[in-house]
């Protein structure tokens, strides 16, 4: 026969002597008007209140977003974080946070992409929404491309480092800036030039920050690829997500046939940029995780051609 033990349960208090235990009070009562139209408005209070502030907004707001891109996968779904802001007047104590969300709820609705017509229609119903003279939003994400082995042509899938920022003012229109940062390879032309035979290589990564005219036409250039390609066209060799012998032979080799110090990679880099019309200014940096120090090289170059 099977021995079965019983062991007694504890009698626990009931679900709401347990809040009581643990600190739960009764409501007190209630006097303040639970109807909008009698709440107090704070944040619409006027006043001289000292300062124009330059931002106040939201901030670290994740979201889904849809990606279009020229490289395959052509669609793609990410999270996007974003900041939401806009100017306040000193004669305004506050803006009213609840209307940056409500904006993003309205574009999630009809399906929130990120493309920069998108974003410019957004900062601008923001401004007339907040009922201010201007409006911002960032938005950073994971934007990921498809990439062949050289010689197998086996494809598997890198990423790059996006953030779009834009500014709408109702006098001045809109300050569109865009970044980029991907990685890459570099073959220390020094370690090239000394060395009996081999030399050090590392990965590197390129960082672009671009300005760009207000009316970019996304339809016929996608700014990405283009900042993808002059990061990755002026590298001693490009990142790949799968390579075999043959492929890695490749690219070991064409590394060495380009060497690169961070000094050149920055000025190379930028002489694409400066070569797209569309690109008004730009800063270039270059990192690179040093394959025999400790410590890491960096260079950069900043450029505006409205200067010139």
Same mark, same amino acid.
């Given at each position: 026969?099977?021995?079965?033990?019983?062991?007694?349960?504890?009698?626990?208090?009931?679900?709401?002597?347990?809040?009581?235990?643990?600190?739960?009070?009764?409501?007190?009562?209630?006097?303040?008007?639970?109807?909008?139209?009698?709440?107090?408005?704070?944040?619409?209070?006027?006043?001289?209140?000292?300062?124009? %502030? *330059?931002?106040?907004?939201?901030?670290?707001?994740?979201?889904?977003?849809?990606? +279009?891109?020229?490289? #395959? $996968?052509?669609? @793609?779904?990410?999270?996007?974080?974003?900041?939401?802001?806009?100017?306040?007047?000193?004669?305004?104590?506050?803006?009213?946070?609840?209307?940056?969300?409500?904006?993003?709820?309205?574009?999630?609705?009809?399906?929130?992409?990120?493309?920069?017509?998108?974003?410019?229609?957004?900062?601008?119903?923001?401004?007339?929404? %907040? *009922?201010?003279?201007?409006?911002?939003?960032?938005?950073?994400?994971?934007?990921? +491309?498809?990439?062949? #082995? $050289?010689?197998? @042509?086996?494809?598997?899938?890198?990423?790059?480092?996006?953030?779009?920022?834009?500014?709408?003012?109702?006098?001045?229109?809109?300050?569109?800036?865009?970044?980029?940062?991907?990685?890459?390879?570099?073959?220390?032309?020094?370690?090239?030039?000394?060395?009996?035979?081999?030399?050090?290589?590392?990965?590197?990564?390129?960082?672009?920050?671009?300005?760009?005219?207000?009316?970019?036409?996304?339809?016929?250039?996608?700014?990405?690829?283009?900042?993808?390609?002059?990061?990755?066209?002026?590298?001693?060799?490009?990142?790949?997500?799968?390579?075999?012998?043959?492929?890695?032979?490749?690219?070991?080799?064409?590394?060495?046939?380009?060497?690169?110090?961070?000094?050149?990679?920055?000025?190379?880099?930028?002489?694409?940029?400066?070569?797209?019309?569309?690109?008004?200014?730009?800063?270039?940096?270059?990192?690179?995780?040093?394959?025999?120090?400790?410590?890491?090289?960096?260079?950069?170059?900043?450029?505006?051609?409205?200067?010139?």
């Amino acid at each position: 026969m099977e021995n079965t033990k019983t062991f007694p349960q504890k009698k626990l208090p009931s679900k709401a002597q347990r809040h009581k235990l643990f600190g739960s009070v009764m409501p007190v009562p209630r006097s303040k008007p639970v109807d909008k139209v009698h709440m107090a408005d704070l944040q619409n209070t006027k006043k001289d209140f000292l300062f124009d %502030l *330059d931002a106040v907004g939201i901030t670290k707001v994740k979201h889904p977003i849809t990606i +279009y891109s020229s490289i #395959a $996968p052509t669609v @793609q779904t990410s999270i996007g974080e974003f900041t939401f802001s806009s100017s306040l007047s000193h004669s305004n104590k506050g803006t009213n946070m609840s209307r940056f969300n409500e904006q993003l709820a309205k574009y999630h609705r009809q399906g929130f992409s990120t493309d920069l017509t998108t974003l410019k229609t957004f900062t601008k119903e923001l401004a007339e929404r %907040l *009922d201010q003279q201007d409006a911002s939003l960032r938005v950073d994400y994971t934007w990921f +491309y498809e990439r062949n #082995a $050289p010689d197998t @042509q086996l494809a598997g899938l890198n990423h790059a480092d996006v953030s779009i920022s834009v500014n709408y003012d109702k006098q001045q229109g809109y300050d569109i800036r865009l970044s980029l940062s991907v990685s890459i390879t570099t073959l220390c032309p020094c370690s090239k030039e000394i060395s009996e035979y081999s030399a050090h290589n590392q990965r590197g990564n390129v960082t672009m920050d671009v300005k760009i005219i207000e009316d970019f036409d996304e339809t016929t250039s996608d700014w990405k690829k283009i900042l993808l390609e002059a990061a990755e066209s002026n590298a001693s060799a490009r990142l790949h997500p799968i390579l075999k012998r043959t492929d890695e032979k490749m690219v070991t080799e064409q590394a060495y046939e380009n060497p690169r110090f961070v000094e050149d990679m920055v000025r190379l880099v930028a002489a694409d940029l400066y070569e797209v019309s569309e690109i008004r200014q730009f800063k270039v940096t270059c990192q690179n995780e040093e394959s025999i120090h400790m410590h890491d090289a960096v260079a950069s170059v900043t450029y505006d051609k409205d200067n010139e």
